[in-house]
């Protein structure tokens, strides 16, 4: 068996930072918003109205990543690396922006977890066979007229049969930003507003009943929505 070591090196080979000249498909408002709000992202997580939750959910993680190899996107910070890393065999996190990476190679890692910049929406090809691919925060900023092809390409970075584990917000009246709009796809807005004055628009959609469960059932099987007051998490297999 190779060691945590050697498998991250492998990772780090096969996972190589986008080119200069590649298109990157996020949109624009999404990518600054998240380079500029980097170094407050992580005061999300300490919010005292989460924190029984989330410590409902790095156990429903753990048991779930636990001695597997890990393809993850969005990895922003770190936040959900730093909760498996202890327990995965590999871990390959990836984020658009080097910004959100700069802070996740902060934590304490271990030589297992590499890090690297990469598209969601044009993941690269990897040598490496995947057990598991996790997003975390991520679902929620995809475009419902976006989600089904994402899910398509995610899940070929995958083994046949893999997991894959999600992360995100539920609506609540008076906690979560307010929707400011929606489109012609039904994708909802919010307005955020940084600690410097700026603020951007993005999407932000949360999921209606039955649409996790709708969206996923022709790639994935098995799913199970696990639904609490401020967070859904989704466990599904990869359809071989």
């Known amino acids: 068996m190779l060691s945590r070591s050697s498998v991250a090196q492998s990772l780090a080979l096969s996972l190589p930072r986008p080119l200069p000249y590649q298109r990157l498909t996020l949109p624009d408002t999404m990518q600054q918003y998240y ?6 992202y992580d005061l999300f997580y300490q919010a005292p109205e989460r924190l029984s939750e989330l410590t409902l959910l790095q156990a429903w993680l753990i048991e779930r990543t636990r001695g597997l190899n890990i393809l993850e996107v969005a990895a922003g910070t770190g936040y ?4 498996a890393a202890p327990f995965a065999q ?7 922006n080097a910004e959100t990476l700069e802070i996740a190679a902060t934590r304490r890692l ?7 910049t990469a598209d969601a929406y044009s993941l690269p090809d990897s040598t490496t066979i995947f057990d598991v691919g996790m997003a ?3 679902w929620s900023h995809v475009e419902r007229q976006k989600c089904k092809s994402f899910l398509s390409h995610f899940a070929s970075r995958l083994r046949p049969g893999a997991t894959l584990l999600m992360i995100d917000q539920l609506y609540v009246e008076g906690v979560t930003s307010p929707i400011s709009r929606e489109d012609r796809w039904g994708n909802q807005y919010t307005i955020r507003k940084l600690r410097d004055g700026s603020t951007y628009e993005i999407v932000k959609n949360f999921p209606r009943p039955g649409e996790l469960e709708e969206t996923f059932k022709e790639i994935c099987k ?9 967070f859904w ?8």
Do not use: C, F
């Not at 380079?35 to 407050?40: N, S, Y």
């Open 110 to 116: 271990g030589q297992h977890v590499s890090l690297r």
């Open 80 to 83: 959900w690396t730093e909760i």
């Open 90 to 96: 590999a871990i390959a996190a990836t984020d658009l």
């Open 35 to 40: 380079r500029a709000r980097a170094t407050e």
């Open 136 to 138: 975390h925060l991520w």
């Open 222 to 230: 098995n799913i199970g929505v696990l639904r609490l007051q401020h």
């Open 233 to 240: 998490a989704l466990s599904a297999q990869v359809r071989d």
